[in-house]
């Protein structure tokens, strides 16, 4: 495969938006310095500090907090406080094993009502349903624990995925909301749920908010008072339970911060609306354990061509030999073996950050638009949308002052040698049309103007599609609150999540491409003499999310 050399001396950045300048951004904020950006760790300290510092540089306005380009997202580590035991008519239900708080805000608006300390004293069990099924009314939910099962997915087991089938939200009346899961989750995740948690303090913290709770069948059988589940009618009613569950909150040792900055526009009428264009400056910081380089790039070429996307599945003996000689000729190229355990995150979501800083360049330096250009740097967009939930929530400027947002995430490859390779002017876009027709008929036109134009991928954007992609990126926080969106991405690729994702596999001359294009969009939208108008129906701000 193609690459570039794994070391870059930056140059000076120039007004234009060229392949050159996005790699000398790329190759400073996806250096290994910089720790892979976790949220919440010195890693994620450093590059927004360095996107504040672009910024200011090329004159923006700040627009975080304080007068500053930062906008402090609280984060604390949460820790299950196993010292309040919980009881069901004199059984204790183990806390880690029988009963996991689910933490509010943790993964995103997975269960986004979940309190941090909740007391179920006298609290009666009711069995709520199958969600995505029949399903009790929410009045009779009312100072309750309900408790809801799943039902079985394609692969005959009842699916974890509980957060795709709908919001719970209309049951904030409740006490508890239980999800009978934990016998079906992956491994991975139950060691996540049982360790401390990292995570934005939840707004909705009270104890009168209700709690999160993930249980095992036969914690459910006893809150329910029956010998199995199955055949169980919604409404049926259960014992009453006994005891505090929640967290002991600590404050996080490092912040996480969106980095937002505003470009005014030349129109006085029209200053105070504002296009927005971001992307995420996090990624997903350091492995446990390093790992060979090559041989990861080599084993994802063959057998997991999407990265983290795919399963992991131990190669046959043919693809384990095609592996093999992949890894030797790499290591050849490379001089060398490397073991390597950082997260980079060159093309996720480096590629958007650095296109995001070269569209404020471009307009910086150039006759304004009539509207103002709103830039935000959303932290935590992988550990379930924190900074463009919190962005929305606690807007920095009137949120109804934001006219439409552009998110760019994953647009620095599509080669075709990667997976969703399309050619050098394929970009993957999904919900122009989804609050506004408008802006959907907007892009077209611009794009009719290129020479040539871009090659729009539209399949992604359908309704229900098992990616879920509508959901999974920071422009939906927007959209729930009836911004018209559009994601601009070019998808997965071998070195999705992997510590292969490093700027030399960059195509810069696509990347420079997509970045101008939404630059275009966002240009044409700020000097639009009416702002978009929404005419399709709104979300739920506070509910789920199903494409």
């Known amino acids: 495969m193609g690459e570039l050399p794994r070391l870059h001396t930056p140059v000076a950045t120039v007004a234009a938006i060229t392949p050159g300048d996005l790699m000398t951004r790329l190759y400073i904020i996806a250096d290994d310095s910089m720790l892979g950006r976790e949220s919440g760790t010195i890693g994620n300290v450093k590059v927004t500090d360095y996107v504040a510092r672009e910024m200011a540089r090329l004159g923006l306005r700040p627009a975080g907090d304080d007068g500053t380009f930062f906008q402090t997202v609280p984060v604390v580590i949460a820790h299950i406080d196993s010292s309040r035991p919980l009881t069901v008519e004199g059984t204790v239900l183990a806390l880690g094993a029988d009963v996991i708080p689910f933490p509010a805000g943790s993964a995103g608006r997975a269960l986004p009502f979940g309190a941090t300390t909740r007391s179920l004293d006298g609290a009666r069990a009711v069995y709520g349903g199958q969600l995505g099924g029949t399903m009790i009314d929410p009045r009779d939910a009312a100072g309750r624990l309900v408790v809801f099962t ?65 249980v095992s069948p036969t914690s459910a059988e006893r809150l329910l008072g029956v010998r199995s589940l ?54 997903v910081g350091i492995a446990p354990r390093a790992l060979d380089h090559d041989s990861v790039l080599a084993n994802n070429m063959v057998v997991r061509r999407q990265g983290v996307q795919d399963t992991v599945r131990v190669p046959t003996s043919f693809e384990a030999a095609r592996i093999a000689i992949l890894r030797d000729s790499l290591t050849r190229v490379h001089g060398g073996a490397r073991r390597d355990s950082i997260h980079n995150g060159a093309d996720d979501d480096g590629s958007g950050t650095v296109a995001m800083l070269e569209i404020a360049q471009r307009f910086a330096g150039a006759p304004r638009p009539r509207r103002s250009l709103l830039f935000v740097s959303h932290t935590g967009e992988e550990k379930g949308l924190w900074g463009s939930e919190w962005f929305t929530d606690h807007p920095t400027v009137p949120l109804d002052s934001i006219v439409a947002q552009l998110n760019m995430d994953m647009v620095g490859r599509g080669k075709a040698t990667d997976i969703m390779g399309r050619g050098p002017n394929n970009v993957q876009l999904i919900g122009p049309r989804r609050l506004s027709t408008q802006l959907g008929d907007l892009i077209d036109s611009v794009n009719a103007t290129r020479v040539p134009r871009m090659d729009i991928d539209g399949s992604f954007d359908t309704n229900g599609h098992p990616l879920n992609r509508y959901c999974r990126s920071d422009h939906y926080m927007y959209a729930r609150y ?18 292969t994702d490093e700027p030399q596999y960059i195509d810069y001359e696509h990347l420079a491409r997509i970045a101008v294009f939404v630059g275009d969009i966002g240009e044409a939208i700020a000097n639009r003499p009416q702002r978009l108008v929404v005419d399709k129906p709104r979300p739920d701000p506070t509910g789920g999310c199903r494409q």
């Open 150 to 214: 799943v039902p079985v997915g394609a692969n005959g087991r009842r699916d974890w995925r509980f957060y795709m089938l709908g919001s719970l939200t209309r049951y904030a009346g409740a006490s508890g909301i239980a999800v009978v899961v934990l016998d079906v989750l992956p491994p991975a995740m139950l060691r996540r749920l049982r360790a401390p948690a990292t995570r934005p303090r939840a707004d909705n913290a009270s104890g009168s908010a209700p709690i999160a709770l993930l």
């Open 230 to 283: 199955d055949g169980l009618a919604a409404g049926a009613e259960g014992r009453v339970v006994t005891g505090t569950i929640g967290f002991i909150e600590t404050p996080a040792p490092f912040p996480s911060r969106n980095v937002v900055g505003i470009l005014p526009g030349a129109d006085a009428a029209l200053r105070g609306q504002y296009v927005a264009i971001g992307a995420h400056n996090d990624h």
């Open 482 to 499: 009836g911004i018209p969106i559009t994601y601009y991405s070019l998808g997965y690729h071998t070195d999705y999540h992997q510590v």
